[in-house]
């Protein structure tokens, strides 16, 4: 079964340094999505993707992250001045298409830990 | 916004026995609600999900109800193992223009006691 990739599985990574986190999401998939969780509490969303812009944003989604798609598999997602607040879990997610409710895959996340 | 309640927070019990979860959601436009289970340090697995035009949707020991009116759906598993011992999230979704993001509840511990 067709799986989403994450890489890496683990980023640590020195306050106020930028970090990108990849996702190659199913291949026939349209929408991409990045979720995070903070230890111990619910996923939250942060942004979702499709036709190469960005769909939606959550609070969370300030001017510094931004994604990318920057060619027909990957999606990436950068935090450019990381704070300590960052620290999370961060999932990728795809869907094939939105208008039926088909589930969203997620990928086994990275783990971002800011020093 | 969309909000997502869940409780409770933590449940414990006896392989074999049932366990219930159940969420709460705000607003009524929602129509899609999926159950993931969490292992410690994996992926959100969806489990069952179910659409506003059903009331309820069963698959082999796990079941999923929705009360549309009262705005609220719950997760039954059945002769729990200890395997289903995880965390649960229950999530909704509205369609409508837009990513239809999925909105989470804040888990459930599942602890099944062989």
């Known amino acids: 079964e067709p799986e989403v990739t994450q890489t890496p599985s683990h980023q640590v990574t020195q306050m106020g340094q930028e970090v990108i986190l990849r996702c190659v999401p199913i291949?026939?998939?349209?929408?991409f999505y990045w979720y995070r969780q903070i230890l111990g509490q619910k996923v939250e969303f942060l942004v979702s993707?499709?036709?190469?812009?960005?769909?939606?944003k959550s609070e969370i989604f300030d001017d510094q992250f931004s994604v990318e798609r920057p060619d027909g598999s990957n999606f990436t997602l950068k935090i450019r001045s990381t704070k300590l607040e960052d620290s999370a879990m961060y999932f990728c997610?795809?869907?094939?298409?939105?208008?039926?409710?088909?589930?969203?895959?997620f990928g086994d996340g990275t783990r971002l830990s800011i020093l | 916004g969309e909000n997502v309640e869940q409780h409770p927070s933590t449940l414990s019990v006896q392989e074999g026995d049932s366990a219930v979860i159940k969420c709460t959601y705000s607003?009524?436009?929602?129509?899609?609600f999926p159950w993931y289970k969490q292992e410690l340090g994996k992926r959100p697995q969806l489990i069952i999900d179910?659409?506003?035009?059903?009331g309820e949707k069963k698959d082999q020991r796990i079941a999923v109800t929705l009360n549309k009116t009262a705005k609220h759906f719950s997760l039954h598993i059945t002769e729990t193992q200890p395997e289903d011992s995880a965390v649960y999230f229950c999530?909704?979704?509205?369609?409508?223009?837009?990513?239809?993001?999925?909105?989470f509840g804040k888990g459930t511990k599942l602890s099944v006691i062989p």
């Open positions: 997610a795809s869907r094939e298409r939105a208008w039926d409710n088909q589930p969203q895959h």
């Open positions: 291949s026939n998939h349209l929408y």
């Open positions: 993707f499709y036709n190469n812009e960005i769909s939606e």
């Open positions: 607003d009524s436009a929602s129509n899609y």
């Open positions: 179910i659409r506003s035009n059903v």
């Open positions: 999530a909704a979704s509205i369609t409508g223009a837009g990513s239809y993001q999925l909105t």
